[in-house]
């Protein structure tokens, strides 16, 4: 069974820094796509960010692109989310997620959230106005 603990969030002043961590069990990350994902309060979740299993190639929204780098430690088993220059829009319940069974690595990440129907427990990451 894929289990994830995230982890890492907290309060950060705008143009901060962050990085968030996602600890995976029950399987090996070369062999799926990991993405980070969000949930603004009211909203649905939001594809982040998608790093390959196999050859790390990574993807991102264009909102994070040039701020956020996400990585992975196959040793560790854990991916990770490093965050730069927060903005107040980046506040959310960050999530991570292993490729559903009907995609293929990273292909379609941010159509994810409509084939998973359970998340871990998240990691709050708060950047006030």
């Known amino acids: 069974q894929l289990q994830f603990v995230e982890s890492g969030g907290r309060l950060v002043q705008p143009g901060g820094s962050l990085t968030l961590s996602c600890a995976a069990s029950?399987?090996?990350?070369?062999?799926?796509?990991i993405g980070w994902f969000r949930q603004a309060p009211g909203k649905e979740h939001e594809a982040v960010s998608c790093?390959?299993?196999?050859?790390?190639?990574?993807y991102y929204t264009d909102s994070v692109k040039g701020r956020f780098t996400i990585a992975r430690d196959n040793a560790k088993n854990t991916v990770y989310l490093q965050m730069n220059s927060l903005k107040p829009e980046d506040t959310a319940v960050y999530y991570c997620?292993?490729?559903?069974?009907?995609?293929?690595?990273?292909?379609?990440?941010?159509?994810?959230?409509?084939?998973?129907?359970?998340w871990g427990q998240g990691t709050l990451v708060i950047v006030p106005s």
């Open positions: 029950g399987f090996t990350l070369d062999n799926y796509g």
């Open positions: 790093i390959t299993g196999s050859d790390g190639y990574t």
């Open positions: 997620a292993a490729s559903p069974p009907a995609y293929y690595y990273c292909s379609g990440y941010v159509l994810w959230p409509e084939a998973l129907d359970a």
